[in-house]
């Protein structure tokens, strides 16, 4: 994979939103593609497309610690370090990001209405970078190879 910052970049010049970049790097870093998946995560962007619900980049990295860590077939179950990671990473975003201790989308971006997809990726960019490395560090702080994936 190329350097992390210019993949995002990318992304989002291709019209990708925060929640879809979060998937789009597990994807890239374990060398699958699941444009079903993908797709899936457009239901979070922007905070599901209200400025009053959780901001996507948060949403979005959960999930990326779930394509890790989560159950994915009846026989599994998912890593008990899922949780903790989930919390670590809400405390995180909220302390460096959240709004009077919101994390709504709305109240990060001061309510301003951006309608293009690309210009609010761009206002977001330092948001989704952090917030990505953040889950990143906290995969592989727990001890996920982020190459490698969910174990089989």
Aim: hydrophobic share 35%.
């Amino acid at each position: 994979m190329k350097d992390l910052s210019t993949a995002v970049m990318q992304w989002g010049q291709e019209g990708f939103c925060c929640s879809q970049v979060m998937i789009l790097t597990g994807l890239a870093l374990t060398g699958k593609e699941n444009k079903d998946l993908t797709a899936a995560m457009n239901g979070l962007c922007r905070g599901t497309f209200s400025p009053a619900c959780t901001c996507g980049a948060l949403t979005g990295a959960c999930c990326l610690l779930g394509f890790y860590a989560g159950k994915g077939a009846p026989f599994e179950e998912k890593d008990p370090k899922l949780p903790e990671m989930i919390g670590r990473l809400h405390e995180w975003f909220q302390e460096s990001w959240g709004s009077g201790g919101r994390v709504n989308c709305g109240d990060i971006l001061g309510h301003e209405p951006i309608t293009d997809p690309k210009k609010c990726f761009q206002k977001c960019f330092p948001m989704i970078m952090e917030t990505l490395e953040k889950a990143l560090e906290l995969l592989e702080t727990h001890g996920f190879d982020i190459r490698e994936g969910r174990p089989l």
